[in-house]
């Protein structure tokens, strides 16, 4: 089974900030890596798929790079919307979800 | 508009069995992949199962193998979760989601369904 890990846990962040959230495959999954926000209580939506290739009606200030086994969400200026928990998912080899990253206000 | 609506969620005893369902409207409903994926309070998401565009190929995370059922009703335009013998551990809220292809991203996802066992 492939693991996911993203790093960190909880990030602490202000508007206006550039962050960047981590995630690490236990093993090479090409670039079949897509990123999701979800809010509380709501269902996750997605944002980046196919490791840098950005959903439509994404906002421009989200990003993806990486390959084989480590990738990076960037968002280039935080806004007060972008406050969530995001989590990665690989799909090399059925389906694999990292623990999340919140997102939170500092 | 694209949408997929989760029933079925419910308080049950441990051991028991239970159905989910997921209605789909605005696509083509035979020609997506579907999952089910879960949320444990508090927790992340975990993905259970996926099914095939036209239900010939089923996959499992092994901690519900045996237990769980994916199917679908093309014809009713309807996603399926049969789970019998539950577990406390099973409780969640499921979300239904569709993808391009068995391996690819969900990009259209349900509200949630809440799933409880309890005694």
């Known amino acids: 089974d492939i693991q996911m890990t993203q790093s960190p846990s909880t990030l602490s962040a202000s508007v206006g900030d550039r962050v960047s959230i981590t995630c690490r495959a236990s093993q090479s999954i090409s670039s079949w890596l897509a990123w999701y926000q979800q809010k509380p209580g709501k269902a996750p939506k997605l944002l980046i798929y196919?490791?840098?290739s950005l959903e439509s009606g994404v906002p421009s200030r989200f990003s993806g790079s990486g390959s084989g086994t480590e990738f990076t969400l960037t968002i280039s200026s935080l806004q007060a919307d972008d406050f969530a928990t995001y989590y990665c998912q690989q799909y090399n080899s059925y389906s694999t979800f990292g623990q999340g990253t919140k997102v939170e206000i500092k | 508009q694209v949408q997929l609506v989760e029933s079925g969620g419910r308080v049950v005893q441990p051991g028991r069995s239970l159905r989910l369902s997921c209605a789909a409207s605005g696509f083509t409903f035979s020609a997506y992949a579907l999952h089910w994926v879960r949320q444990p309070p508090g927790k992340g998401l975990e993905w259970v199962a996926v099914i095939s565009y036209d239900g010939t190929n089923e996959y499992y995370i092994d901690s519900v193998k045996g237990r769980f059922t994916i199917s679908r009703d093309n014809s009713k335009n309807t996603l399926f979760l049969q789970m019998n013998s539950l577990r406390a551990e099973d409780s969640a809220v499921y979300y239904c989601a569709r993808s391009e292809a068995v391996l690819y991203n969900m990009d259209v996802w349900g509200q949630g369904t809440t799933v409880t066992v309890s005694s």
């Open positions: 196919k490791a840098s």
